[in-house]
């Protein structure tokens, strides 16, 4: 992994945890994820008619990535309108690198070298440390609806981790596989919201508009960036590289929803820094 391509995963990673606390911070998760997929979609229409259509190949794996990630947006409402944004956001980040690690080898036939292999188990060690740990004080009982919701999600973002890594490569253009991914994907959510709420959804998205579409904005940056890095490197290492936006979702839920960091946190943050460096080592 060269200095590059670990920069645009880390860039990806402030920015996918700025997306996501700007949809924690809509009260209505419906309205939040209308607004932020249908304006992805309306963005990556544009860039598709900039962008050179992806290869036929890569078709199966867009269409299997829209149903995932509509999959994934259900179950990150879910868990979001059930916990805190500082405990929900680590754990879906923090199960996916596990799952993709094993995943890569067995269904890409990627090899981890033995620092790679150890960074990313020492990175996802501290990931599951940052969730689990410090949640709103020593003496409070897990909410396990919120926290299987939470570990769904992450399974959901291991499943179009894989096949977008699989997808991208394939399609010859990573510009027009994620404009295309966001049409595909951004106009199921949207389409459920008018026929759940009716007349009433204009009036409920008003309010919203600005967020929704900053997020939509901030959501494309943050995937385009991460499926350019995985034409330059292998999955399992980005994945868990990836996931270092678990810090900065933890110091969101401290700084602006209030929510408890704590000291275990922060050991678990640095466990996590150093896997890091152990997988850097091994690029």
């Known amino acids: 992994m060269t200095v590059l391509v670990a920069a645009a995963v880390l860039a990806a990673a402030v920015t996918h945890a700025g997306w996501n606390a700007l949809a924690h911070g809509i009260k209505d998760q419906l309205v939040a994820f209308t607004l932020i997929a249908g304006g992805a979609a309306v963005m990556g229409a544009v860039m598709a008619c900039f962008a050179p259509v992806p290869a036929a190949g890569a078709w199966p794996y867009l269409v299997a990535s829209a149903l995932l990630h509509v999959g994934y947006q259900a179950l990150l409402m879910r868990s979001f309108s059930l916990g805190d944004f500082g405990q ?33 188990g020492v990175a996802s060690a501290g990931l599951v440390g940052v969730a689990l740990w410090g949640i709103k004080g020593s003496g409070t009982r897990p909410h396990w609806p919120a926290i299987a919701a939470a570990l769904a999600t992450g399974l959901s973002i291991a499943a179009y981790t894989v096949v977008d890594g699989l997808g991208v490569r394939a399609s010859g253009t990573p510009v027009g596989y994620i404009a295309w991914l966001m049409v595909l994907e951004g ?97």
């Open 187 to 283: 106009l199921l959510v949207p389409a459920y919201a008018v026929y759940a709420r009716r007349g009433a959804l204009t009036a409920q998205l008003r309010p919203h508009v600005g967020r929704g579409l900053l997020g939509a904005a901030m959501s494309i940056a943050a995937y385009g960036l991460v499926l350019w890095a995985q034409t330059r490197a292998p999955l399992a290492p980005i994945a868990a590289l990836r996931e270092s936006s678990i810090i900065v979702g933890a110091a969101i839920g401290a700084l602006l929803f209030k929510e408890r960091f704590g000291a275990p946190r922060i050991a678990a943050a640095c466990l996590m820094v150093l896997g890091i460096g152990l997988m850097l080592k091994a690029g």
């Open 88 to 120: 929900m956001y680590p754990i879906a980040r923090g199960t996916a690198p596990l799952v993709v690690t094993v995943a890569a080898v067995v269904f890409v036939g990627e090899h981890l070298g033995a620092w790679q292999a150890a960074g990313v």
